[in-house]
C-alpha cells in the first residue's frame, strides 16, 4: 500500500535534443502542416492576381538585371548560349527560395505571439512552418523556368541530379539564420529592421545578377567566404548548364549550411524557456 503523502504522478522536463528536436518535430507535424497551409492562405488573401506575384517578381527582376547587367555592363553569364535574362531568372529562383524563408523564419516567433504567450508546442515548428509555403511559390516559379528552358533551346543535362542538393544547402542556410535572427527578434525589436538592411547587402554581395567569374580576382578571397556563392553557382550549374569553375566554394557552403543550421537550432532551443515571458 503506498504512502498517501508520496506523489502519484512526478512531472520532469523533456530532455532537450543535443541539436535538432527531431522527436517534437514529428510529434507536432499535424500543427506543422496546418501552420505552413495557413501562411499560405494568408499571404494570397485579398490579392487581385495571387499566386501570380511569385511568377512576376523573377520575371522583372531578371528583366531589370539584363538591362543593368548584361546589357550596359555586358557582363558574361560563363556561357555564351544562356541569355542575360534566363541567366538571372535562376539566380532569383533560388536566392528569393532562401531570402524569403530567412525572413519569414526570423519573423515568425513577434508574428505568432498570440500562440507563444499562450499554448505549449515546440516554438521550432513556427520558423520550420514557413518552409513549405516557400517551396509552394517554388513550384510555381520553377515551371516558368521549365518553358523559358524550352522557349531558349537550354537542353537539361546529368547535372539536373544536383537540383535538390542547392536547394536543401539554401534551405538550411536560411533557417539556421532564421533561427538566430527569431530567437533575437524576441527580446531586440529592432532586429527586424537590421535583417532587410543585411539582405540587401547579401544580395549585392551575392552573385545573384552576375556571375561568381565576374568578380575581379583580387576580391575571389572575400567572395569564397560567402556561402550564397557555391548555392547559386551550383544552382545555375544544375539548371542552366553554365560551368563550375570552383567546386571548393560548394563544398565550403555545404559545410556553412549545416553548421549554421544545427548551431542555430542549438541557440534557437536554449533561449525558448523565456520566449512566452519577454514576448
Avoid: C
Avoid at 88 to 96: E, P, S, T
Avoid at 97 to 123: C, E, H, M, W
Avoid at 124 to 143: C, E, M, W
Wanted: proline share 6%; glycine share 6%; net charge positive.
Amino acid at each position: 500500500m503506498s504512502n498517501a503523502g508520496e506523489p502519484h504522478l512526478v512531472i520532469k522536463p523533456q530532455r532537450r535534443a543535443v541539436f535538432f528536436p527531431w522527436r517534437d518535430v514529428l510529434e507536432y507535424r499535424d500543427l506543422l502542416r496546418i501552420l505552413a497551409l495557413r501562411d499560405v492562405r494568408l499571404r494570397y488573401r485579398q490579392t487581385a492576381i495571387g499566386v501570380l506575384w511569385v511568377v512576376l517578381q523573377p520575371l522583372i527582376g531578371a528583366g531589370l538585371f539584363a538591362f543593368v547587367f548584361g546589357a550596359v555592363a555586358k557582363l558574361p553569364t560563363g556561357d555564351a548560349r544562356v541569355p542575360y535574362f534566363v541567366f538571372g531568372f535562376a539566380g532569383l529562383l533560388i536566392w528569393n527560395t532562401f531570402i524569403q524563408i530567412f525572413q519569414k523564419a526570423g519573423d515568425s516567433l513577434v508574428g505568432n505571439s498570440g500562440l507563444v504567450s499562450k499554448i505549449y508546442f515546440p516554438r521550432i515548428v513556427l520558423p520550420l512552418s514557413t518552409v513549405r509555403g516557400v517551396l509552394l511559390d517554388f513550384a510555381v516559379a520553377a515551371v516558368v523556368m521549365a518553358v523559358l528552358l524550352v522557349i531558349y533551346r537550354i537542353p537539361p543535362t546529368f547535372a539536373l541530379l544536383f537540383l535538390p542538393v542547392s536547394m536543401l544547402m539554401a534551405i538550411l542556410l536560411a533557417l539556421g539564420l532564421g533561427f538566430w535572427t527569431a530567437a533575437l527578434n524576441v527580446s531586440y525589436r529592432d532586429v527586424r529592421y537590421v535583417v532587410p538592411v543585411f539582405s540587401q547587402f547579401l544580395l549585392w554581395a551575392s552573385p545573384v545578377a552576375y556571375a561568381a567569374s565576374s568578380i575581379p580576382q583580387s576580391a575571389q578571397w572575400l567572395a569564397a567566404i560567402n556561402p550564397m556563392v557555391g548555392i547559386l553557382e551550383s544552382f545555375r550549374w544544375a539548371v542552366l548548364g553554365t560551368p563550375m569553375l570552383n567546386w571548393s566554394s560548394v563544398v565550403w557552403s555545404a559545410v556553412v549550411s549545416v553548421v549554421l543550421f544545427l548551431v542555430g537550432a542549438t541557440m534557437f532551443q536554449r533561449a525558448e524557456r523565456r520566449f512566452a515571458d519577454v514576448i
